[in-house]
C-alpha cells in the first residue's frame, strides 16, 4: 500500500504555489481508504489497539472525504478549498494511523497584510504550536517582539 500522502502530494494543488508533477489519483484515495476503513473495522494489523474513539473519528473524516470527493475522476473537479481540505483530511488520517498527530501538515489560506491576495501556506502542528505559543509570549511581554 502507497502511502497516504505520496498519492495526496504527487498532485493534490495542480496550480499555483503547490504545483506537483504528478496528478492526484483519486481512484487510487478510495481504494486506499476502503483498505484503511476494512481493516479499522475489523480491529486487524496496526488498528488492534487503536482506541474505539479514535476508530469513530477515523471513519467520520473518511466519510467527510469520500462523499466530498464522490466519483469524481479528476482533482480539478474539486474546488481549491475542497483540494485543501482533501489534503488536510488525509494528512490527519495518516498522522492518525502512524500516530505521528505533531508531523501532520495543515494547509491555509491567508491574507498577507498590506494584500488582498491569498497565498497558501502549509505548516506541521508542532510548527503551528509553536507559533502560537510564541505569540502568546510575546503578547505577555515575556519575550521580546523581532523585528
Not at 502530494?9 to 476503513?37: C, D, K, W
Not at 481540505?85 to 501538515?105: G, K, P, S, V, Y
Amino acid at each position: 500500500m502507497l502511502p497516504i500522502t505520496l498519492l495526496l502530494v504527487a498532485g493534490m494543488f495542480a496550480s499555483g504555489a503547490m504545483a506537483a508533477a504528478a496528478p492526484l489519483e483519486l481512484n487510487q484515495i478510495r481504494t486506499q481508504q476502503q483498505q484503511i476503513r476494512s481493516e479499522v473495522i475489523a480491529g486487524t494489523g496496526r488498528y488492534k489497539d487503536m482506541p474505539a474513539n479514535t476508530k469513530t473519528e477515523l471513519l467520520s473524516k473518511q466519510d467527510q472525504l469520500l462523499k466530498m470527493i464522490g466519483d469524481k475522476q479528476d482533482p480539478d473537479e474539486l474546488s481549491p478549498d475542497q483540494r485543501m481540505q482533501a489534503f488536510n483530511t488525509l494528512e490527519w488520517i495518516e498522522a492518525t494511523i502512524n500516530r505521528t498527530e505533531d508531523e501532520r501538515m495543515v494547509c491555509t489560506h491567508e491574507k498577507r497584510t498590506g494584500s488582498n491576495r491569498t497565498t497558501t501556506v502549509c505548516k506541521t502542528e508542532r510548527q503551528i504550536k509553536e507559533d502560537r505559543d510564541r505569540a502568546r509570549r510575546q503578547m505577555e511581554g515575556s519575550m521580546p517582539v523581532a523585528i
